[in-house]
Structure formats: C-alpha cells, structure tokens
DNA sequence: TGGTGTCGATACCGTACGGGTATCGTCGCC
DNA sequence: GGCGACGATACCCGTACGGTATCGACACCA
C-alpha cells in the first residue's frame, strides 16, 4: 500500500472508470487495472466490481477511498510543514535566454506546485555564458545548452535538439532543404564577445574559427543575418521568425539542453529541480 | 514521498545511524542512503545533518519525522478498517504435511501480521494427494510440493529442494556422499495408495513403476525403511532422522515447494498469501 | 442471431528503479 | 600517522512499472 497506488485507487473510485481514470493519471489502461489488482492483494479484499454494467466500490472499497483521501490530504499536509520548518527557502535559476522551449514553462509549472514555498529567482542570461554565471555563484542551477567546459559542474542531459543554420529567406541556399557545414564555409559568420567559453564558441562556429559580427544574444544573432547576411545557428524545433530561414545541419552534432549545477552542491532544491525537470522534458 | 520511503526515514531518524538503521529494515546500508537522499530532494530539504559526530535531525527533518509517524500509523488504520469493511473473511490453507520447512513460520507471522483479522483454517494433508483437496474446493491454497498435475490450477514456485534417498544408517550405500537412482534399481520402494496422482507417484519413484508397501505420510515413509528395509525419499535440507541417513540422488530433478491456486480464482486474500509466501521463502 | 462497440483483463516487452556488493573519502582517535 | 567507523559512491543485477497490442465478455442493435 504505497501513496502512489492509493492515488491511483482514488482516481478509479472517483470515475468508476478505469480508461477515464487512466487518462486522468496519465497513464494507459493495463498498468492501471493490474495496480489496482495488486492493491488488492495487498489489502486482501476486493475493492471494486467490475461488470458490463460498469464498476462499482465494495463496501472494503468504499471504506479504502475514505482512508486514502485522507491519507494523501495528510501527506499533503506533512510536506507543507516540512517545507514551512525548513524556513524560507529560496534558489535561483539561470536561463539561458534562448531555451524558450515547451520544456521549461512545464518544469516551472510543477516547480511550483510541489514547491509552493520556495522563492525562485531567475537569472536569464545571453550567450556570453552558456553557465550562466554557475561558477560566479550567481545562480544555483543553469537550465541551458551545451556544449561548454563542464569541469567542477555536474550536467545532466535533458534533451537533444538538431541544429540549422539560420539564413535570409532569400538566400539561394535557404531552398534546401539540408546543408553542411561545407556548405557556409565562404561566408561570413558571427563570433561571440572575447572570453566566451570556446568549447561553446567553437560549436556555434562548425568547429572552424570564423570572422563576424559579435553577437550576445539570439536576437543579436539573427539581426546578424538580416542586416549584415551572415550565418546564424538555431537549435530546430520553433518556427523561423519572418523573413528567414531556417535549414537542418546534418553535420552537426545535435545541442543538448542540460540542467546544470557546481559539482558536490548538495542543496535538495537542485536535485529536485533536476528531477523534475527530467521528467517535464520527457513527457 | 512514498509510504516505504517515510518507513525508511523513521527508521533513520530514530537510530541516528544508518547502518544501524539498514540493519532494522533488514536491508544494506548504501539503498538506504540513496532513499534518504532521493527523499530529501524530493521534500526540498536537507532532514539530517550527517557528520563526523554522528547524524542529527535538521528542523524539517523533526517536522518530517512527526508527520511520517502519523501517516504511517494512519496508513495502518486505514488497512485495518478496509479488512473491517470486508467482513469476516476467512481463508483454507492446504498444507502437505512435509513441508515443515523454514519457509513457513515466516510465512504465517507474515500473513497474521498483515491479515491480523483474518481466520486462516489449516488442512494439512498426507502424502496421497499433494494438491491437498484443491480441485475439491477443500482448500482455498494449498501450500504443497511439486510435481504434480497441474491442469485447471495456478501453481507458483517458491523454492526447490534437491531430493536424497533416506536408508538405514547401517545401510552399505549409506556411506556413500551420492547416489544415482540405478544404484537403488534392485531395491524395495515404497508406493502411494491407488488414485494418487500419477506425477506426483512416478516422480518419487524415480520414474520406474516400483513395488513395495503403501504410505501415505513422510511418517511411513521413514517408518518402511526402517521395519522394511525399503528405499525412502526426501527433500534434503532437513536433518535426517536418528538411525536414517540421507545421500543426495544427483539423477533425479529437485522437488519444488510451491504455491498452488484454482485457475481463475481472484480471491484477493489467496494473491496475498502468495505474495508473502514469496517473500517468505525468498529471505 | 450475428455484428459491433465498449471496457476491463491479459500477454509481452523495454526501461528504470530498488536492491545488492565492493570500495572510497573523511574524520575522530589512539 | 595508522586505524577504525561510517556515510557516500560506483557498479551490477533483477524486479516491477509503464507502454503497446490483443483478447474476452458483454451489452446493444440490426
């Protein structure tokens, strides 16, 4: 008998409905009904009728449905009060200003609901530091892109995402519908300020040093590509803003978005941000 | 925040100590810190202070350990209400006189403990019918030895015992640490009554038809060697008796303890009895 | 009466998590 | 400074959970 089974037993007694109550969990039909079944054989006693005429609760189910709901209010309870006597509680998060994905507004989403309490500051940072200021201090976990120099941070993977190139509309090559990296090697690129972290740097450039305008910012990237018709880099995924183009690089290898925290940081908001986020990137 | 995970931390919190603690839920020592880590990421909040000196309850921890506690001792009341709710329920357990094992005293401390209200009636039963009346609807589970005909029952594994031959310590091939079952070719066996199951007779047999005088319990069995001079069999592992010995029989395929069910039988009070016999016998 | 749709159960598969053993790092302590 | 105690880490393995595909039972309807 553990929270998650009775969680799943309240939802199946509430809609007498095992495909409803399945899709309410998230969750497909058969793992439903075989927890439901194990539950009880837990208890030791049926639960629920099953007949054409639809699932009713036994007097041992409706006795359980009490008890659960209770109990899963309670353990609600236990939570708040441990968050409220761990004080409060606050942790900041750097953003790296392009990852605008769907990912990030779940992960805020069920940040907050299972951490009401907890004061989070975002740090949204351009290009300069893929880190996000992780090293400095000014932030606790970095919600990013790779590559950069990892040395002294833990990283932990969330997604992949192919990249392309980012060009005008009406640029003869933007009619591809693949490139390589061959392909730009006579154009003119951008580069990031001085100082940027070269393993990031070297990405974003197809491994090659390239000449360019300095750009900090995504937009200051794609400005680039308008006004001064460089090459500019995309992770695929959202559409291409007006006027440009955007064409898979089938050499390149995909961007990762990574969590990422300093190395021994032992701080539970971290390792629960982590695994929420895991979670908010897979579904 | 699961109800095994909280069981895990009261225990923690309790002992100040983790090995101490691994060793109450008789467990290892690293699980148990990983759980209490995975624990506290998922509440937000360091619960224990771990130095040197020894562990100490953080202010959350306290606030979790109080909650856990009542949660726990909710949990248990709901399970008792749900057994209330279900009535009086009762349950026939067959049990092959035989199997006096280890397995079975932690199997039925275990299902009193979970079915505290639960009547459980024992059947035990000689040697003649291994499924212990199961077909007869004499018995709900039959707690038994293989092999016998299984067709229209549910049979669960849940150990295997090498077989040896039980003869008269003065017996010649007493001595021996092995036997093959040709070196018992030329001997007197013992036999079931008619109508016993015929899988169940050849297995014990050795495959052969043999001659030799009717028993119906492991009693008899012993009894016949001894005023006989027949040829006993037996599953190893327990001791043999005064003036017996057993030489293991490295020919002949291990006898299984099992759980065994009708087909199609949902009673939830037999899938628990089968689930803690699993565990019993595993541990 | 046979076709059809609904719904829970079953079968099967892949992955992820919980448990194990071995080992490390750290910190008192003699 | 070596040793012992103890929690953390690394790594491996089996179970169990969640998924898809399919079945079986039953009501409903032509």
Same mark, same amino acid.
């Given at each position: 008998?553990?929270?998650?089974?009775?969680?799943?037993?309240? /939802?199946?007694?509430?809609?007498? +409905?095992?495909?409803?109550?399945a899709a309410r969990l998230h969750m497909s039909q058969p793992p439903l009904s075989r927890a439901i079944k194990q539950l009880e054989a837990d208890v030791g006693a049926v639960l629920l009728h099953r007949s054409a005429a639809g699932v009713t609760l036994t007097p041992a189910?409706? @006795?359980?449905?009490?008890?659960?709901?209770?109990?899963?209010?309670?353990?609600?309870r236990v939570r708040m009060r441990v968050a409220a006597a761990a004080g409060a509680a606050a942790i900041t998060v750097g953003i790296l200003s392009d990852s605008s994905d769907r990912g990030a507004?779940?992960?805020?989403?069920?940040?907050?609901?299972? +951490?009401?309490?907890?004061?989070? *500051?975002i740090r949204e940072t351009d290009l300069t530091d893929p880190t996000c200021g992780l090293r400095a201090g000014l932030v606790d976990v970095a919600l990013t892109r790779g590559p950069f120099d990892e040395t002294g941070?833990?990283?932990?993977?969330? *997604? /992949? &995402?192919?990249?392309?190139?980012?060009?005008?509309?009406? &640029?003869?090559? @933007?009619?591809?519908?693949?490139?390589?990296?061959?392909?730009?090697?006579?154009? =003119?690129?951008?580069?990031?300020?001085?100082?940027?972290?070269?393993?990031w740097q070297s990405y974003w450039n197809g491994g $090659?040093? *390239?000449?360019?305008?300095?750009?900090? @910012?995504?937009? $200051?990237?794609?400005?680039?590509?308008?006004?001064?018709g460089t090459v500019g880099m995309t992770?695929?995924? +959202?559409?291409?803003?007006?006027e440009l183009a955007v064409v898979p690089?089938?050499?390149?290898?995909?961007? =990762?978005?990574?969590?990422?925290?300093?190395?021994?940081?032992?701080n539970p908001l971290i390792r629960s941000f982590v695994q929420l986020a895991t979670a908010a990137y897979r579904g």
């Open positions: 008998m553990e929270l998650r089974t009775l969680r799943y037993f309240v /939802a199946v007694a509430e809609e007498l +409905h095992f495909g409803r109550a189910g409706a @006795a359980l449905l009490d008890g659960a709901r209770t109990l899963l209010d309670q353990a609600d507004p779940r992960l805020a989403a069920a940040y907050r609901r299972r +951490h009401p309490d907890v004061e989070v *500051r941070l833990t990283v932990h993977e969330l *997604r /992949a &995402d192919p990249v392309g190139a980012v060009l005008r509309a009406d &640029d003869p090559l @933007a009619r591809r519908d693949r490139l390589e990296l061959a392909d730009l090697a006579d154009r =003119r690129w951008f580069q990031f300020p001085d100082g940027t972290d070269p393993i $090659e040093p *390239r000449e360019g305008p300095v750009v900090r @910012a995504v937009q $200051e990237c794609l400005q680039a590509v308008l006004w001064n992770p695929l995924g +959202h559409a291409p803003p007006e690089l089938i050499d390149m290898a995909p961007s =990762r978005v990574v969590a990422a925290w300093n190395e021994g940081d032992a």
